[in-house]
């Protein structure tokens, strides 16, 4: 096309030979055209850069072929590598991703749920801070898959298998001779952490032994936060543990961390698992036996099941559990 006029559908249909009409239903995948003439179009449309009208096309089809996703910390690298898989797939599917950052603040949440109302989106994929939706009007009638956490009013849910964790991380650090284990806790006390404190708690039974309240520490899943209780529990009691299971992965390394500048031997005298097997847990030294979430299996099954709900596909299963796996390296 000559200069820099922007290429119309007009344009399109003249170079491909056919009509108009033609090319719309091409580009809306509306059918009624041959496997032949699909190809000559979308040749053509690749050849000439013609962009289709997002917005036109939302008018006419009552689609914006956009998904929000609504994460709690997006500089958590769990969440992070969840919103990368989560990109890859749905853009080989001619979606776009809107993300929101809630910060855990449930009043941004709700924001971020009206914000996405407002544009329109064909669904919402969504981890939630709060142990129940409030503003569900706001969102009625939209798709929505709720992945990673438990909201008690959530229908469609997409989860990794936090009570098998918690158990493999419980039996790792028994088997590995532990007889008092600490067990590290976000203070928010979600859906995941009380799964993973099941399967903890489930894991000593099994071997006889008790849970005792006097070693249930929790803070903020924040390195800084973990590394000031531990500090404290240390200055205050001593190191009457032999283990530690931290609910994630930073927690984790603030334990490794402060019992080290103590001069407790880790895992000589302290053994340590986390949750989540983020980067730094192969680079720090000693390396962190960890629980390891498939974030790859849980983006793409929450994706095809939001595509299937705006398609008004039936979800047969409402509760899809993605199975996790021990990491065992140098702390235990």
């Known amino acids: 096309m000559e200069g820099n006029k922007r290429v119309s559908i007009i344009d399109v249909a003249k170079k491909a030979g056919v009509s108009i009409a033609t090319v719309s239903r091409v580009i809306n995948r509306n059918g009624g055209y041959s496997k032949e003439t699909e190809e000559r179009v979308r040749r053509t449309i690749e050849e000439c850069g013609f962009t289709p009208n997002v917005n036109a096309i939302g008018l ?13 910390d997006i500089t958590n690298e769990f969440f992070a590598r969840i919103i990368r898989e989560l990109d890859a797939f749905l853009l080989s599917r001619r979606y776009s991703l809107l993300v929101c950052n809630s910060n855990e603040d449930y009043m941004l949440e709700n924001m971020h ?5 407002e ?3 064909d669904g919402i994929i969504y981890i939630s801070g709060q142990n129940e ?4 009007n706001e969102i009625k009638g939209l798709p929505i898959v ?10 469609v849910l997409i989860l990794s298998d936090n009570e098998t964790g918690g158990y493999l991380a419980g039996r790792e650090l028994i088997q590995k001779g532990c007889r008092r284990i600490l067990f590290l806790r976000d203070i928010r006390y979600a859906s995941t952490v009380r799964s993973r404190k099941e399967g903890f708690v489930r894991a000593l039974q099994e071997k006889g032994m008790a849970f005792s309240e006097e070693l249930e520490m929790s803070c903020f899943p924040e390195y800084a936060e973990a590394r000031v209780v531990l500090e404290r529990l240390l200055k205050e009691k001593g190191c009457f543990f032999d283990g530690i299971f931290a ?11 402060v019992l080290t500048e103590n001069q407790i031997k880790v895992p000589g005298q302290v053994k340590v698992v986390g949750f989540d097997n983020i980067s730094l847990t192969q680079f720090t030294s000693p390396q962190i036996t960890t629980v390891a979430q498939d974030t790859k299996e849980l983006a793409i099954h929450a994706a095809d099941t939001i595509l299937k709900m705006i398609e008004d596909e039936e979800i047969k299963q409402k509760r899809t559990i993605i199975p996790v796996r021990l990491v065992v390296r140098e702390t235990t």
């Open 60 to 72: 006419r089809t009552n689609r914006s072929n956009s998904i929000g996703v609504i994460v709690p």
């Open 113 to 117: 749920i009206k914000g996405l109302a």
């Open 119 to 121: 544009k329109h989106v």
């Open 133 to 136: 939706i409030k503003k569900m």
């Open 146 to 155: 709720y992945i990673d956490r438990a909201p008690k009013n959530a229908e």
């Open 247 to 257: 609910t994630n992965d930073m927690m984790a390394l603030a334990c490794v961390n």
